[in-house]
């Protein structure tokens, strides 16, 4: 029944979350011909996405607006609609609780709110970054009680599918990157796979929700551990006096076998620095002690010390102290071109260089307000020859495009660069100092 809905796209669509990840999803589903009901809590959030007004770069105002008019898209607080929805994607936050262990109360609460209205012939997907074991320990207890009637498999379907999109990738995105599902059963998968493959091109199937979820883990913890390598590389580079970017560009000319990664002032991201200690956490209920995951988290944090280094360097070499010195951020967000700022290391950067003294201001074009540790809010300063020949040094955190290099170095006295970002910048190079 469910099926034959799914292929006809009449099957009633939901989406649990509409942030990062929800919301895309949403706009997928629904351009795919599917009716589609967003539920968030967040009544400021739901209020907005009614006047067509989106909060995620991804998603613009524009591709939203005739869909919400048309009513192809609704949206709504309201968790009694889940009674008439055949199919829901669960895409709640999955951030890290107390020491750094996994906060599964968004996934509980919106699982909770699923069980109420479930139904046979329902499938539940959940989205959410998660440990190994969540969907079958987790979510399906919850679902499926012993005084149920209704079972997983035969009358309702729960299945894994990570998000794996990158904000901001124009090359890649939803519908274009393969999706790993694992259902509960293969009934289960088989359905999740046929839901999946109305909107996006290619779905690749695992024997399990816990592959799945190891899947994005592996992803993720991938990135991470190969970021603390290259960032210790840099570190090691710099005691010998070697250019570490030079070197990955020429280990980069390798065909086979090499992949670059590239240092920085430290992991930023809602993913990278908080999904591997899902994976160390579940690890040590295993009596296993995740030590790739610690030594790269330990390397990577410690990167902004270590920009710090720099910045007081490169004031040392104009006989500045880093005490009253006045510093220039340019790029807050936590990559090149998007707008994000959540676990930026440049936050990290910025309360050590207060802590020592200093005066900053920051010009982000993608982050116009910020505030640190939601104490004082800061402004995003127009980026002008004034401003930049008044600071004593200028750090570049984020490489953002829209940034002209070579006029920053021709105007500034001092630049430390994090990223290469003025690896063509012809003249005033003696003025740079890279990670
Ligand atoms: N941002 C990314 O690039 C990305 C990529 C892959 C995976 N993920 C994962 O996807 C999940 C969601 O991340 P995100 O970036 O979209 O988060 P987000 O914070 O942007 O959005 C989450 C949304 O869920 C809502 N919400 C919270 N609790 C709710 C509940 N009980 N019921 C309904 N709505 C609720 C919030 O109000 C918010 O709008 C996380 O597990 C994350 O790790 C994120
Ligand atoms: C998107 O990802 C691909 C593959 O990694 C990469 O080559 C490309 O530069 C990325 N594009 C953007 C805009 O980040
Ligand atoms: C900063 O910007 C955000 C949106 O990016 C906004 O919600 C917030 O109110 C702003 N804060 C101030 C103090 O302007
Ligand atoms: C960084 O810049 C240097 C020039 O200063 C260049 O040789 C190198 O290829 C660049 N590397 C990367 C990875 O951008």
Same mark, same amino acid.
């Given at each position: ?26 706009v ?9 009901t ?6 400021e ?13 991804d ?10 008019? /048309?009513?192809?898209?609704?949206? $709504? &607080?309201?968790?009694? +609609? #889940?009674? *008439?929805?055949? =199919? ?39 989205? /959410?970054?998660?440990?190994?074991? $969540? &969907?079958?320990?987790? +979510? #399906?207890? *919850?679902l499926? =009680? ?18 794996r ?36 091109s290619? =779905? ?90 610690e ?61 020592k ?8 074009p ?60 012809k003249?005033?190079?003696?003025k740079?100092?890279?990670?």
């Amino acid at each position: 029944m469910i099926l034959e809905k799914i292929e006809t796209r009449t099957a009633r669509a939901g989406v649990i979350g509409l942030g990062y990840v929800g919301l895309p999803l949403t706009v997928a589903i629904a351009s795919a011909g599917f009716r589609v009901t967003g539920i968030d809590i967040c009544s400021e959030k739901i209020a907005r996405l009614k006047q067509s007004i989106s909060d995620i770069p991804d998603v613009t105002n524009a591709v939203l607006a005739p869909l919400i008019t /048309s009513g192809q898209i609704q949206v $709504t &607080t309201d968790f009694s +609609v #889940l009674r *008439e929805l055949d =199919t829901v994607n669960i895409c709640v936050p999955t951030p890290l609780g107390e020491n750094r262990t996994p906060d599964m109360r968004f996934i509980i609460a919106a699982v909770q709110q699923v069980a109420q209205y479930l139904h046979p012939e329902q499938l539940i997907i959940l989205e /959410s970054t998660t440990y190994p074991g $969540t &969907t079958e320990e987790v +979510v #399906l207890p *919850e679902l499926n =009680t012993p005084s149920s009637t209704i079972q997983v498999g035969r009358d309702f379907y729960l299945a894994y599918s990570p998000e794996r999109i990158e904000p901001g990738n124009s090359t890649y995105f939803m519908t274009n990157t393969p999706k790993i599902i694992g259902g509960v059963t293969p009934q289960c998968t088989h359905i999740a796979k046929t839901f999946y493959a109305q909107f996006i091109s290619k =779905t690749h199937t695992v024997s399990s929700p816990r592959t799945a979820e190891m899947v994005k883990l592996l992803e993720n913890t991938f990135r991470s551990v190969n970021i603390g390598l290259i960032n210790e590389v840099a570190l090691i580079c710099d005691r010998m006096d070697l250019d570490v970017w030079e070197i990955i560009d020429a280990a980069a000319t390798k065909p086979f076998g090499f992949m670059p990664f590239y240092p920085g002032p430290g992991l930023g991201g809602h993913c990278i620095p908080i999904d591997p200690h899902y994976l160390s956490w579940k690890a040590q209920m295993y009596q296993y002690h995740a030590r790739f995951i610690e030594l790269a988290t330990e390397i990577n944090n410690e990167m902004p010390k270590y920009v710090l280094d720099k910045i007081i360097h490169a004031l040392n070499l104009q006989r500045k102290p880093l005490n009253g010195a006045k510093l220039l951020i340019l790029g807050v967000a936590y990559k090149k071109d998007i707008g994000d700022i959540r676990e930026s290391p440049a936050l990290e950067v910025i309360r050590l260089i207060l802590d020592k003294k200093a005066e900053f201001l920051y010009h982000d074009p993608y982050i116009k307000n910020l505030s640190l540790d939601e104490r004082e809010t800061y402004y995003s300063e127009p980026l002008t020859v004034d401003l930049v020949e008044s600071v004593d040094c200028v750090v570049i955190l984020t490489d953002h495009g829209a940034i002209d290099y070579d006029w920053l170095v021709e105007h500034a006295q001092r630049v430390v660069d994090t990223r290469n970002a003025t690896r063509s910048v012809k003249k005033g190079q003696e003025k740079i100092t890279k990670i």
